[in-house]
């Protein structure tokens, strides 16, 4: 259960919210949940030791959820919080919010009858809606106190989990349970008791149609202003990698921000290719941060650990490594500190995918005015020859594989070119990075990097720009120039931890052969004949698919607790 685990409940009445309620309300107790909100058709739920802020609407017709910061990067202050919440919640109205503000926050308006549903446009907090009784409830998390209250159709959705199973990994927008509603990043949802209507007011695909013709953002003035509103005056177990996006969040902060670091925390295993300790500790030295070193050896991976990473609306892909989520929870919990803070996301927001297709874009966007020079320094870039029959099969292929895409962001990409729509969709997987994982129980795990301001100023530019020189993230690498340090800035390689992975998967193959073979997707014959042969030593170290495999696991511990969840439901 996340740390910013809440649940909303809205009435058609208050007697229908009252008798959902009354019967339960003793059951929340005992496990540890208050009531945060009381008014006589909205009430909101968390444990209370959660790490959310809820704010009622002044005339009890809605909520805030989380934290909502203005266009400036001020916490925006309780009574605005409040007044946010009385006005009607239209697709106007939503546009207006979502223009205006950005935060980790779900906005609810209660109008008429209709329950409306914003989700901020970062995707931070989990949001999945149902009715049952009267009532429309809507959840960040799914811990097993809120079942009583869960649809009486619920089922597991098995042509879900088969997509999940063939394509490991990646995260689908679709939850595999049926019976659930779970709302997009930046889409509003609006539910009566007959309908249920989606809109997606915010889009990658719109904010870059915007910036096109207009100045490009001053990237290092959004980052800055956005790592500092999300840390506030909170401490913070920071991730320091080593590599260039959390050496760029590392350098966002304050100094006096910094001065309430509880720590910094690199992770490093002996493979030379592996340790990243000398860039890390390069990060932190400027500032004199002490840089926190743990060393990795093996996977500690049982039915236990996986199974506490099952509780969730959908597999916890997000909890692949379990032994780093492990040691950074325990950090937060020993140090006092709010939560952590990662590089996550820079990736994909600052474009780090070597491709052919940033030669498409500039072809695209320019047309006859097109430079020669971006395509010779994509070849020299990518160490391959950019010639217009090889560019042309490079985005047929491109076309081929959005035909797997999943997610309600890349349902409209007209006029974007063929390098950022794959930005976009990079971005959509990296909603699995705003999941619940074990690191986030006992504090939130921020991604300032996935933040609103700081996806719009990647996607507001061009590919072009944005790898301008012929460089991953030469645009990000060119505005933090003068704060990070020469080790970080110079590199042009990254850390490589495969090798490693696939030893420790490999040792733990006897307990993954029994787990999978013998559980649940094997029982649904969604585990191939000829899955044994993957599951060797040799498979793992020189093959690689030690990811998949991890990531299979949590999808059988995920289908073993839901199917034992639905069972004791219907005893």
Same mark, same amino acid.
């Given at each position: 259960?996340?740390?910013?685990?809440? /649940?909303?409940?809205?009435?058609?009445?208050?007697?229908?919210?009252?008798? /959902?309620?009354?019967?339960?309300?003793?059951?929340?107790?005992?496990?540890?949940?208050?009531?945060?909100?009381?008014?006589?058709?909205?009430?909101?739920?968390?444990?209370?030791?959660?790490?959310?802020?809820?704010?009622?609407?002044?005339?009890?017709?809605?909520?805030?959820?989380?934290?909502?910061?203005?266009?400036?990067?001020?916490?925006?202050?309780? *009574? =605005?919080?409040?007044?946010?919440?009385?006005?009607?919640?239209?697709?106007?109205? &939503?546009?207006?919010?979502?223009?205006?503000?950005?935060? *980790?926050?779900? /906005?609810?308006?209660?109008?008429?009858?209709?329950?409306?549903?914003?989700?901020?446009?970062?995707?931070?907090?989990?949001?999945?809606?149902?009715?049952?009784?009267?009532?429309?409830?809507?959840?960040?998390?799914?811990?097993?106190?809120?079942?009583?209250?869960?649809?009486?159709?619920?089922?597991?959705?098995?042509?879900?989990?088969?997509?999940?199973?063939?394509?490991?990994?990646?995260?689908?927008?679709?939850?595999?349970?049926?019976?659930?509603?779970?709302? !997009?990043?930046?889409?509003?949802?609006?539910?009566? @008791? #007959?309908?249920?209507?989606?809109?997606?007011?915010?889009?990658? &695909? =719109?904010?870059?149609?915007?910036?096109?013709?207009?100045?490009?953002?001053?990237?290092?003035?959004?980052?800055?202003?956005?790592?500092?509103?999300?840390?506030?005056?909170?401490?913070?177990?920071?991730?320091?990698?080593?590599?260039?996006?959390?050496?760029?969040?590392? &350098?966002?902060?304050?100094?006096?921000?910094?001065?309430?670091?509880?720590?910094?925390?690199?992770?490093? @295993?002996?493979?030379?290719?592996?340790?990243?300790?000398?860039?890390?500790?390069?990060?932190?030295?400027?500032?004199?941060?002490?840089?926190?070193?743990?060393?990795?050896?093996?996977?500690?991976?049982?039915?236990?650990?996986?199974?506490?990473?099952?509780?969730?609306?959908?597999?916890?892909?997000?909890?692949?490594?379990?032994?780093?989520?492990?040691?950074?929870?325990?950090?937060? =919990?020993?140090?006092?500190?709010?939560?952590?803070?990662?590089?996550?996301?820079?990736?994909?927001?600052?474009?780090?995918?070597?491709?052919?297709?940033?030669?498409?874009?500039?072809?695209?966007?320019?047309?006859?005015? !097109?430079?020669?020079?971006?395509?010779?320094?994509?070849?020299?870039?990518?160490? $391959?020859? +950019?010639?217009?029959?090889?560019?042309?099969?490079?985005?047929?292929?491109?076309?081929?594989?959005?035909?797997?895409?999943?997610?309600?962001?890349?349902?409209?990409? $007209?006029?974007?070119?063929? !390098?950022?729509?794959?930005?976009?969709?990079?971005?959509?997987?990296?909603?699995?990075?705003?999941?619940?994982? @074990?690191?986030?129980?006992?504090?939130?795990?921020?991604?300032?990097? /996935?933040?609103?301001?700081?996806?719009?100023?990647?996607?507001?530019?061009?590919?072009?720009?944005?790898?301008?020189?012929?460089?991953?993230?030469?645009?990000?690498?060119?505005?933090?120039?003068?704060?990070?340090?020469?080790?970080?800035?110079?590199?042009?390689?990254?850390?490589?931890?495969?090798?490693?992975?696939?030893? +420790?998967?490999?040792?733990?193959?006897?307990?993954?052969?029994?787990?999978?073979?013998?559980?649940?997707?094997?029982?649904?014959?969604?585990?191939?004949?000829?899955?044994?042969?993957?599951?060797?030593? #040799? +498979?793992?170290?020189?093959?690689?698919?030690?990811?998949?495999?991890?990531?299979?696991?949590?999808?059988? &511990?995920?289908?073993?607790?839901?199917? +034992?969840?639905?069972?004791?439901?219907?005893?």
């Amino acid at each position: 259960m996340a740390a910013d685990t809440a /649940l909303i409940l809205v009435g058609d009445n208050p007697a229908a919210l009252d008798a /959902l309620v009354a019967p339960f309300s003793r059951r929340l107790a005992r496990a540890g949940w208050s009531r945060r909100s009381a008014d006589p058709f909205v009430r909101v739920y968390s444990p209370t030791a959660a790490r959310v802020e809820v704010t009622p609407a002044l005339d009890g017709h809605g909520v805030l959820i989380g934290d909502i910061y203005d266009s400036e990067g001020r916490a925006v202050a309780a *009574r =605005e919080r409040g007044v946010l919440g009385c006005r009607r919640l239209d697709p106007d109205r &939503a546009r207006s919010v979502c223009a205006n503000y950005w935060g *980790r926050y779900l /906005l609810v308006r209660r109008a008429d009858g209709d329950v409306a549903i914003l989700r901020d446009p970062s995707g931070a907090l989990e949001c999945v809606v149902w009715r049952k009784g009267g009532v429309t409830l809507i959840a960040t998390g799914c811990a097993d106190v809120i079942d009583p209250w869960l649809p009486e159709d619920l089922a597991i959705d098995w042509d879900e989990v088969v997509a999940m199973v063939r394509r490991p990994g990646e995260h689908r927008h679709a939850l595999p349970l049926s019976g659930l509603q779970t709302v !997009a990043a930046g889409e509003l949802r609006t539910i009566r @008791v #007959d309908t249920n209507h989606g809109e997606q007011i915010w889009s990658p &695909a =719109e904010v870059y149609r915007r910036g096109r013709g207009r100045p490009a953002p001053d990237l290092r003035a959004v980052v800055q202003q956005t790592v500092r509103s999300l840390a506030g005056d909170r401490a913070w177990v920071v991730e320091v990698s080593g590599g260039l996006d959390s050496a760029i969040v590392a &350098a966002s902060l304050s100094a006096d921000q910094r001065e309430r670091v509880a720590a910094w925390v690199n992770h490093y @295993v002996d493979q030379p290719e592996g340790d990243e300790r000398p860039y890390a500790r390069a990060v932190v030295a400027p500032f004199g941060g002490v840089l926190t070193e743990v060393r990795r050896d093996g996977l500690g991976l049982d039915g236990r650990r996986l199974a506490q990473s099952a509780n969730g609306f959908r597999p916890a892909i997000n909890d692949i490594d379990p032994d780093y989520n492990a040691d950074i929870a325990k950090r937060i =919990e020993a140090t006092g500190a709010w939560g952590s803070l990662t590089g996550q996301g820079g990736d994909a927001v600052f474009f780090q995918m070597p491709t052919l297709l940033v030669g498409v874009d500039e072809l695209c966007e320019r047309g006859l005015q !097109a430079r020669g020079a971006v395509i010779h320094r994509l070849a020299r870039w990518l160490r $391959k020859p +950019a010639w217009p029959t090889v560019l042309g099969q490079s985005w047929h292929e491109h076309l081929k594989d959005r035909k797997g895409w999943d997610h309600p962001w890349l349902d409209d990409l $007209k006029g974007v070119p063929p !390098a950022k729509a794959l930005q976009i969709s990079v971005l959509a997987f990296c909603q699995s990075f705003q999941a619940e994982a @074990v690191r986030s129980r006992l504090g939130p795990c921020i991604n300032p990097l /996935l933040s609103q301001p700081v996806m719009e100023a990647g996607l507001a530019m061009s590919t072009v720009d944005l790898t301008w020189g012929g460089r991953d993230r030469s645009a990000a690498r060119a505005a933090f120039r003068d704060v990070l340090p020469h080790l970080i800035f110079d590199r042009r390689s990254k850390g490589e931890l495969s090798a490693y992975y696939g030893e +420790a998967v490999a040792g733990r193959l006897g307990f993954l052969r029994d787990y999978l073979l013998g559980g649940a997707l094997a029982e649904a014959g969604l585990i191939r004949l000829d899955f044994d042969d993957q599951l060797s030593r #040799d +498979a793992m170290v020189w093959k690689g698919g030690h990811s998949e495999l991890l990531t299979l696991a949590l999808i059988e &511990a995920w289908v073993r607790r839901w199917k +034992a969840r639905l069972a004791a439901l219907r005893p």
